[in-house]
């Protein structure tokens, strides 16, 4: 797809086209490759149908020309819902978007010590499951990548979810600079899984499971002077005024 791409882009500038080219002009492209060598064809096919997928479900999102401007996109908070589209297309757009600002970062020199944006990533056993198969991680590299590489120019990914287990340990879980379970768990798998990432003693396990509740949270840093598992009491957060 990539070599597509940049084969619609050099016919654009041939053409003195100075508009940036979107996925309808690279699926023109994959559409008029004639060839016939049956491998290539194959995969041809397959690049093509995951665009077709890609374009069914977001319309005329992605035929646009023109879109934020992601410095002051980054100087916002705000909500992105992605409720209802296909996983791939979660991914996509989440990665296209934070390796975007990573970029913009990156070409400015904007090397940051210290947290000056977030990213939420609520449900995040969508975007970080692990192999339904068994074997290696089914995460893909994107999102892989970006979890690892993002933290030095002030972006940090926070992943929340329900389920614990469902979630890939190489992307997430063992890469992650601070854990924490807020309130409770709902099974014990969870604990279990939570008690061995968050190198918790039989005791401190034990002891957990006993007193966890709503309004408290425990929290492990994976360095500096607060490495071992701690209780926090978190604020009451009134939504409702939130929204307002």
């Known amino acids: 797809m990539l070599d597509k791409a940049k ?17 309808v ?30 374009l069914n479900t977001t319309g005329e999102c992605l035929s646009c020309i023109r879109g934020f ?5 980054a100087q916002t908070s705000f909500v992105l819902d992605l409720t209802g589209l ?7 757009i989440i990665s296209i978007l934070i390796i975007t600002l990573t970029h913009a970062r990156m070409a400015l020199g904007q090397i940051a ?36 590489s993002v933290r030095e120019f002030g972006i940090g990914l926070l992943a929340a979810t329900q ?6 340990e190489a992307s997430v879980r ?21 008690s061995d990432i968050m190198n918790f003693s039989e005791e401190q396990l034990g002891y957990a499971k006993k007193h966890a509740r709503v309004g408290q949270a425990i929290v492990k840093l ?20 939130l929204d307002k």
């Open 25 to 54: 002009d690279v699926l023109r492209k994959v559409d008029d490759d004639k060839s016939t060598r049956r491998r290539y064809s194959e995969y041809v096919d397959v690049v093509r149908n995951r665009i077709r997928t890609l």
């Open 174 to 194: 063992s890469q992650s600079w601070l854990k924490a379970i807020l309130g409770t768990l709902g099974s014990t798998s969870d604990w279990e899984n939570m």
């Open 163 to 168: 389920s614990p287990t469902s979630i890939s």
């Open 86 to 92: 296909p996983v791939e297309v979660q991914t996509f």
């Open 69 to 73: 401007d992601i410095h002051k996109l």
């Open 222 to 241: 994976a360095t500096g002077d607060f490495q071992d598992p701690m209780i926090i009491t978190t604020p009451n957060l009134d939504l409702k005024r």
């Open 113 to 148: 010590n210290k947290l000056n944006l977030a990213i939420v990533l609520d449900e995040c056993m969508r975007l970080f499951p692990v192999s339904r198969y068994g074997g290696q991680d089914k995460s893909l590299s994107s999102l892989g990548l970006i979890s690892h």
């Open 7 to 23: 084969e619609t882009n050099d016919e654009f500038e041939a053409a003195g086209n100075q508009n940036p080219i979107t996925f």
